[in-house]
Structure formats: C-alpha cells, structure tokens
C-alpha cells in the first residue's frame, strides 16, 4: 500500500520559516494537499492542489510538489501556527495520509 | 454555511455494531462526495481515512484495512451520510470524523467528529 512520510516534529522561531516535507513514491505525479490540526479541533485544510490556498488561508502558507516530495512552508511563522500537519494524496482509490508533523514555534 | 453533524458514537463492548450518522446542511449535498475519517485518541496517533462515497452512491471505496466490516452509505433525500461498523474491535476506538470531498482529491469541510470507544 501506498505511504506518505512526514518528519515527526519540526521546531521554529517566531517569525521564521517552517518547511515540512512529505515523501512517497513518485509524489510529483499525484496532487497533495495538506490540514492543520490544533488540539482538540478538527483538521482544517490549508493547502490543496500542491499549492492551491483555500479561501481565508493566510498567504504565509505555501506548498510545493516535485518528484517524490511535497513540502509546506510556512513564511513568518507565528504563534498560532503552532499545530499537527498532515500531508494527503490519493492513490489506487484510496486516500493516504501522511504520519504527521508536530510544528512547534519556540 | 456548511455544517456536518456527526451522531451515533459511544461506547461498545467489542464485537458489537454501530452505525454513525452524519447531517450535513448548508450546501447541495447531493453534489458532493462524502467520506469518513477517523483518528485514535491520544498524542500523534494521526488521521486515517475509512471510506468514500461518490455523490450518487455509484462509487465506494473503503481503505485495505476497512473492508468488510464497514459499510458506507447516504441517502441525499435526508442530507445524510452514514457509517455502519460490525464486530467491533479495540483498534476501532477513534473519533470519527464526516468530510466532505472537494473537487480534485481533497477534504474541504469537517465535522466535529463522534468518539466511538470499543471495550468491554
């Protein structure tokens, strides 16, 4: 079955910039998107499509796809971003999730 | 708005069934596909997706790990989504999430989720 890896924790500085990989076989060939998830909330997406912003997603989020990896960058990261990511692909009609990362801004 | 509602969870003793609901208002229901997530309780045990329903019931697909004792279904008559669960195992003890799918592949809108706990 197919696999999404995502580093388990990922740690920033206010203000800085967070990058969040996410691998798997042949990932630039499929589009990924990406939730965010804050304690006892329900996931919310904030990347679709690669790098698509639903609406009411600030700018500072971004997100690529190419070859095997899909990345979330968070430019200028604040506080409140501090949350669970998870990265997203469908393959063979079903849908991956990735193992998710915890983005912690120190 | 779009609001999805979810119902039914609670506690099971295994090997029990369940059957969640989900009522979803604020969009053209019968115009979406729906899906089930769920997620086990407790620090970084991440999201897993359960199943999917096409918008006409013509298309369902359940994860390797779902199949057979999980049944999806909807009825666009009543704005609902639902999930039957049999022989229900300790593993099964998650909160469930109703989503609903976007245009190309991806989750727009969530539910608060209902807690199903499976122990005897």
């Known amino acids: 079955s197919y696999e999404l890896t995502q580093p388990p924790s990922v740690s920033v500085s206010p203000g800085q910039t967070a990058s969040i990989p996410c691998s798997g076989d042949?990932?630039?060939?499929?589009?990924v998107c990406w939730y965010q998830q804050k304690p006892g909330q329900s996931p919310v997406l904030v990347i679709y499509?690669?790098?698509q912003r639903p609406s009411g997603i600030p700018e500072r989020f971004s997100g690529s796809n190419s070859g095997s990896t899909a990345t979330l960058t968070i430019s200028g990261t604040q506080a409140m971003d501090e949350a669970d990511y998870y990265c997203?692909?469908?393959?063979?009609?079903?849908?991956?999730f990735g193992t998710g990362t915890k983005v912690t801004v120190l | 708005e779009v609001q999805l509602v979810e119902s039914g969870g609670g506690l099971v003793k295994p090997g029990g069934s369940l059957r969640l609901s989900c009522a979803a208002s604020?969009?053209?229901?019968?115009?979406?596909?729906m899906n089930w997530v769920r997620q086990a309780p407790g620090k970084g045990l991440g999201l897993e997706w359960v199943?999917?329903?096409?918008?006409?019931?013509?298309?369902?697909y359940y994860a390797d790990s779902m199949t057979g004792r999980f049944t999806i279904s909807r009825d666009n008559a009543k704005n609902s989504l639902y999930l039957q669960i049999n022989s229900l195992r300790a593993e099964d003890t998650a909160v469930y999430y109703c989503?609903?799918?976007?245009?190309?592949?991806?989750?727009?809108?969530w539910g608060q989720g209902t807690l199903v706990t499976v122990s005897s």
């Open positions: 604020g969009f053209t229901f019968s115009d979406y596909s």
């Open positions: 199943s999917s329903i096409s918008s006409t019931s013509s298309y369902i």
């Open positions: 989503v609903r799918e976007g245009l190309q592949n991806y989750f727009d809108y």
């Open positions: 499509q690669d790098s």
């Open positions: 997203q692909a469908w393959d063979s009609s079903t849908y991956v």
């Open positions: 042949r990932l630039g060939d499929k589009y």
